[in-house]
């Protein structure tokens, strides 16, 4: 029976063995398949999380492109003389830029007489003024302006000079102060009386407007006309560069700001800068004649000029003076303190 038994199991096995040879597979195959889904599983991650990488330098990278930069948002900034800028704008760049200086020792006489004769043509820049503005003009004598049509460039006014020349005041455009704070004071006194003489520098107006403008700049007065605000502006820049007299910030900005209407504004042509000179023999003949003291310096009429001592203290301790207003162009080196129409005497 035992051996009956042992047949028939070893019978079955044989029947089963398919089947426990194909479980064996299956476990092989999951064996080796769990192991590798398992690192399937801990690797994705990895490779899902550093795909962002390079998306990320990428958009810095963009980002720089695509943020506006400070100078679109910011205030506009000065402009830059190029070659396209008119002179005005680049004239106005090329200013010394600075805070006023005191007024201390500002007088109206600290620039000469008022409308002295710089050139000796026998007339004073008041009338060669308005016989070079006035249109027609009418002269009584050599000199005196009488008539003529009259256009005042500040106000856009017209009329006839005979009715109104008690109303009409030749303004320096420029004022004299102004000037004096921004660099006049350290002239010599004979640049001073050419400055104020220099016709670039003076423009024929109403009293009223020349008063209400006094000492001011651009920078707080402007002409009534809006018209003529260009203009205006590009002649105050063309005295200053000519002059060497610099501008505060803010009459830099308001100067800059003017011009941003008219960008292609040009500036006058500044002109040679007044010298005193001798005038001709001839007209010298009609002059009364004045006692001058023997030791006086021979120059005034025939010869050359003396030099420009800055003081008649200087003057005389070089032997030279006086100098009489009229006859000896000198005279508009020094200040007339006593205005008695002599100096360095």
């Known amino acids: 029976m035992r ?30 398949a769990l192991p590798m889904a398992r690192n399937s599983n801990t690797t994705a991650p990895t490779s899902a999380a550093a795909t962002p990488a390079p998306s990320a330098t990428l958009t810095s990278e963009f980002a720089n492109e695509i943020t506006p930069s400070p100078e679109l948002t910011s205030a506009p900034a000065e402009v830059v003389p190029t070659a396209d800028v008119a002179p005005a704008i680049a004239d106005l760049n090329s200013l010394r830029v600075k805070g006023r200086a005191p007024r201390s020792g500002y007088a109206r006489d600290e620039f000469g007489p008022a409308w002295a004769d710089i050139d000796s043509n026998g007339c004073d820049t008041r009338n060669d003024i308005l016989n070079a503005e006035l249109t027609a003009a009418v002269v009584e004598g050599d000199c005196t302006v009488i008539a003529g049509g009259f256009t005042d460039p500040y106000t856009e006014m017209q009329g006839d000079f005979a009715s109104m020349r008690n109303s009409i005041q030749i303004d320096h455009v420029v004022a004299l102060s102004d000037a004096w704070q921004k660099g006049a ?34 920078a707080s007065w402007l002409p009534p006309s809006r018209q003529y605000w260009c203009p205006f502006v ?36 500044p002109g040679p800068q007044p010298t005193l000179a001798v005038g001709p023999a001839a007209r010298q003949d009609t002059t009364p004649p004045v006692d001058v003291p023997s030791d006086s310096s021979s120059s005034g009429v025939s010869g050359g000029l003396d030099p420009d001592f800055g003081t008649c203290r200087a003057a005389k301790a070089s032997g030279f003076g006086p100098y009489v207003n009229g006859v000896n162009p000198e005279y508009a080196y020094y200040r007339d303190a006593d205005h008695d129409g002599t100096v360095c005497e």
Do not use: H
Not at 5 to 25: C, D, E, F, H, N
Not at 240 to 259: F, G, Q, S
């Open 3 to 32: 051996g009956l038994r042992g047949i028939v199991t070893i019978q079955r096995l044989k029947s089963r063995w398919p089947l426990l040879v194909g479980l064996l597979s299956l476990l092989v195959v999951i064996g080796i």
């Open 185 to 218: 004071q350290k002239w010599p006194f004979a640049k001073r009386v050419a400055f104020a003489n220099d016709p670039l520098e003076l423009q024929a107006t109403l009293g009223d407007v020349n008063q209400q403008k006094s000492d001011s700049d651009a």
């Open 234 to 269: 590009a002649q105050q820049i063309a005295i200053k560069k000519k002059y060497d007299l610099w501008v505060t910030p803010a009459e830099k900005d308001a100067m800059m700001r003017v011009l941003g209407s008219c960008p292609s504004q040009a500036v006058p042509v």
